[in-house]
């Protein structure tokens, strides 16, 4: 089996031809999937464990703490203990609650996160799916994700969550506004929805580079809405611990609880790896025009490496946000979204299509 | 017009302040020495409290067994919340007196407020108070301690 | 969506429960809260659910007994209930403390307005939804509780203050850890205002709401940082001075916006008046005795006595009846947070929920005060 750490299309045509030798192509394409959904599945686990515990230990760096030190070396592993410990905890279902809806919820959630994930590029050939509309998929499935927070807020039959899944409601349905609009705006500029066809795009220049003005304003929107989006502060309304206690999900315990909790980590991952794809370049190493020992040199760096680099870089941010800034009003978070972001969005689109038009870019 | 460049530099100002506010946290990030958490049971060995923090009550005793407590009963009648009893007896001097001393200076450390009132009232300096604060114990009983130890005499040069 | 449909949709109040177990009630407070989808429509506070018996405990305790519990009152502003106990006292009896006494009661007073303000800092980032605030301010308390512990023996419950003086001279130290802590400070303040005073999250969270009128805070009552910011004079420090405080210089703090964000301010602006103060005196503290001679057992004459001072929350009112006894026949304490409280409901009508967590924050509720 040839195995390239630069691109991964050996690899896994390798294994689709070792299949298809003894297998009929039926089964062939159900071991496939069957494969990529485990390794998905270990992906989202190993994933969410790595990003509680790094949350952890940033969010103290930003406070002068040490965080978690206690559970082995440095800590590192007290996020698989909590894990255990939620696995063990009994599973509660309030009186009168709509036990169906209840059930179901987390679910939704943690489907919808799957079914994004399976659209990121994580290095060449290294991508589940591969729509032509792959960017419009991501964004259609991860505004389903609401649906769960809503049915959790509607099933528990507890107030607190009633409001906060409320509050969740309005701001994701504003937010994906101007998700979907930076989209558009980078869509203009790359010429395709195709989200290999976009990273292919940026391997002579990141976008964000190449697209200056315009698109470092969509590149600080999508940062912003993304955080909007995966619920989490300064936009952690729904959750607001010093005003609902725990928002939506108040009255969820043990695994249940870890399936909200594990897709606002999933969910930070994508909305991390979207900015990475359509602005940083996905798995592209960094290359500056003429400069051909540094290009070289960053060519060096496995794609895998960059992407992974990149979209902690991001999740650095977003962690730099919630740490740092208070908690906006429910009238002022769709305030911010209707008044500033939409109008500089429109705006923003319509500078991109003139610099595409003109070719005023590099 | 006007109302176009307010409206940018809102947007602006507010961006900037956020900056800013990212500042602070940013440098408290990348200087991790400042980091102020004591790791608490680890440092045991190094962790010194200030000497006139209040842990308990004691009763010094030195290294003859003997204490400076006459059993006067001034602290039980200072506390606040009944944390001191103490029981006497007579007993004989050499001499043929009948003299009163003290059986039993017992301390319920569960009721105690730590409010250095008995301490403060000690006419001879018997109890202070101890630097000890690792107090938790699986059965309240515990609590309840004799201050004096077990055949301690009072010490010669205390005035009664 | 016409008027008319409007009015077909059936919309109900509901009454929501925050507290007594809710994360920014601070203790055990319980707001009943009726509420139109996010509006605030009415809050009740109920309160009693900590209620300790202080009051009533006094009767059967001597008056240097008195004093100790009042560290359980209102426990971030635990030296200042001990000075009044002990002022009320001193002032029946005539006793006169030395100059030594009153500058180290100033001093520590001010210590602990600053530990309060602090604490009520961070606190108030948190309700806020900014995380981060909670560790800063109580990194900068711990400078101040290590002072107190050092020379008073303990972090919270101080008891330092006794009839006729101090429980204990001040700690050699003393001196030079309050200036490296002013010194510190100084430098830290204008963090705390980059990170939340000046951020537009904040501003636009705080500026406007909750506003509260002179006329209104001197009818509920309201006094402290909360009244001052509403342009009541209320100061007691200023208009009826006490200990040492008829020998600094210092500036009321007296605003006249009144909203949330205006009562934020005037506590920070507070921090900085409490600094100077602790740098007027610092430098010099006369000598003398610590401890007033006192008789063994403290008697009262009989008679009315009332002493108030300025806590870290307003004015804290110290009744004592005596019947010329070792124990008062009754001890009322006018406390500066039960009648913050009752303001909660005026300035929060109409408002959403996550401004009465906003508001709740700037009254700077001390749940144990409310329910002596």
């Known amino acids: 089996m040839a195995f390239d750490i630069y691109d991964f299309t050996t690899l896994t045509s390798s294994i689709h031809q070792s299949l298809s030798e003894s297998l009929p192509p039926l089964a062939v394409e159900m071991i496939e999937w069957t494969l990529v959904g485990l390794s998905m599945l270990i992906f989202v686990a190993l994933f969410g464990l790595i990003l509680v515990y790094l949350e952890r230990k940033v969010c103290a760096l930003f406070q002068q703490r040490l965080g978690p030190m206690r559970v082995g070396k440095w800590g590192l592993l007290q996020t698989i203990a909590d894990f255990v410990k939620l696995l063990m905890k009994e599973l509660i279902t309030p009186n009168r609650a709509d036990k169906f809806l209840y059930n179901l919820a987390p679910f939704i959630v943690i489907i919808v996160t799957f079914m994004a994930i399976a659209a990121i590029p994580f290095a060449k050939g290294l991508q589940a799916l591969d729509f032509d509309i792959g960017v419009f998929y991501v964004s259609a499935i991860s505004s389903l994700g609401v649906i769960g927070i809503l049915l959790a807020g509607w099933a528990s039959n507890n107030k607190y969550s009633l409001i906060g899944a409320m509050r969740s409601g309005a701001q994701i349905i504003s937010y994906e506004l101007s998700v979907g609009l930076t989209l558009i705006t980078m869509i203009i500029f790359a010429g395709t929805m195709q989200i290999s066809g976009i990273v292919d795009a940026q391997a002579s220049g990141w976008f964000i580079f190449r697209g200056h003005i315009p698109a470092i304003i969509a590149f600080i929107i999508f940062l912003i809405a993304g955080t909007a989006e995966t619920n989490r502060g300064p936009f952690d309304l729904a959750e607001a611990e010093s005003e609902l206690t725990a928002g939506f999900h108040t009255e969820y315990s043990g695994i249940k609880f870890a399936f909200f909790f594990l897709a606002e980590y999933v969910n930070l991952f994508i909305v991390s790896a979207m900015a990475t794809v359509l602005f940083l370049g996905g798995w592209q190493p960094l290359h500056f025009g003429s400069f051909e020992g540094f290009n070289q040199v960053m060519d060096f760096i496995p794609p895998i490496f960059w992407f992974f680099g990149k979209v902690m870089f991001i999740i650095y941010m977003i962690m730099w946000f919630k740490w740092t800034f208070p908690r906006l009003r429910v009238d002022q978070i769709l305030t911010l979204e209707w008044k500033y972001l939409l109008p500089v969005n429109l705006f923003n689109i319509l500078l991109m299509t003139l610099i595409v038009l003109m070719g005023w870019h590099f | 017009m006007k109302a176009l460049i307010q409206y940018i530099s809102t947007i602006l100002q507010g961006l900037l302040t956020l900056v800013k506010g990212m500042a602070v946290t940013g440098h408290y990030f990348f200087r991790p020495k400042l980091i102020t958490t004591q790791q608490y049971p680890e440092n045991r060995q190094t962790l010194k409290m200030f000497d006139r923090f209040r842990g308990e009550v004691i009763m010094p005793h030195d290294e003859n067994n003997h204490h400076k407590c006459t059993g006067c009963g001034i602290c039980e009648m200072n506390c606040p919340n009944g944390s001191i009893e103490i029981i006497t007896k007579m007993i004989e001097t050499p001499e043929g007196k009948k003299k009163k001393v003290i059986d039993k200076h017992i301390y319920h450390l569960g009721m105690c407020t730590l409010c250095n009132l008995c301490v403060k009232a000690c006419p001879t300096g018997a109890i202070v108070m101890g630097q000890k604060f690792e107090h938790a114990v699986w059965d309240r009983t515990q609590l309840t301690k004799v201050l004096n130890q077990p055949g301690s005499e009072l010490m010669k040069d205390v005035k009664e | ?372």
Request: glycine letters at 8%; one cysteine or more; a negative charge.
């Open chain 3, 1 to 372: 969506m016409s008027n008319n449909l409007q009015d077909k949709i059936e919309t109900q109040e509901y009454i929501v429960n925050m507290g007594p177990q809710h994360p920014s009630t601070h203790g055990v407070l319980r707001l009943m809260v009726n509420l139109e989808g996010e509006i605030v429509k009415n809050v009740d506070p109920v309160v009693g659910y900590i209620h300790s018996g202080i009051e009533k405990m006094t009767e059967s305790l001597a008056y240097p007994q008195i004093i100790h519990l009042t560290d359980r009152m209102d426990y971030l502003s635990a030296h200042m209930n001990n000075e009044a106990v002990a002022l009320c006292i001193e002032n029946a009896l005539q006793v006169e403390v030395s100059d030594r006494v009153k500058v180290i009661r100033t001093l520590m007073a001010e210590l602990q307005r600053l530990a309060s303000h602090q604490l009520w800092w961070c606190v108030m980032g948190m309700d806020m939804g900014a995380l981060t605030t909670f560790f800063y301010g109580l990194r900068d308390r711990e400078m101040i509780l290590d002072i107190f512990e050092e020379t008073c023996g303990a972090r919270l419950t101080l008891n330092y203050s006794t009839p006729g003086g101090v429980m204990f001279d001040l700690h050699p130290n003393f001196q030079k850890r309050v200036k490296e802590f002013t010194k510190y400070f100084r430098k830290v303040l204008p963090e705390y205002n980059q990170l939340l005073t000046g951020n537009v999250i904040f501003k636009e969270r705080t500026v406007g709401l909750g506003p509260l009128s002179k006329e209104d805070a001197i009818a509920y009552g309201v006094t402290g940082p909360t009244g001052r910011a509403s342009g009541f004079a209320c100061d007691v420090r200023k208009h009826n001075p006490y200990s040492a405080y008829d020998r600094v210089q210092f500036n009321e703090i007296l605003r006249t916006d009144g909203d949330t964000f205006g009562r934020y301010q005037a506590r920070i602006d507070e921090m900085y008046e409490s600094l100077n103060i602790i740098d007027q005196l610092i430098d010099n503290i006369p000598e003398g005795d610590y401890q007033a001679k006192m008789k063994g057992v403290i008697k009262l004459p009989e008679g009315e006595f009332y002493q108030r001072v300025e806590t870290a929350r307003g004015e804290l009112g110290v009744y004592i009846l005596s019947d010329g006894k070792k124990n008062p026949y009754r001890v009322k304490f006018r406390s500066p947070v039960f009648s913050n409280l009752w303001v909660l409901n005026h300035l929060i009508k109409g408002q959403k929920i996550a401004d009465l967590v906003a508001v709740m924050s700037t009254l700077d509720l001390v749940i144990p005060d409310i329910d002596r």
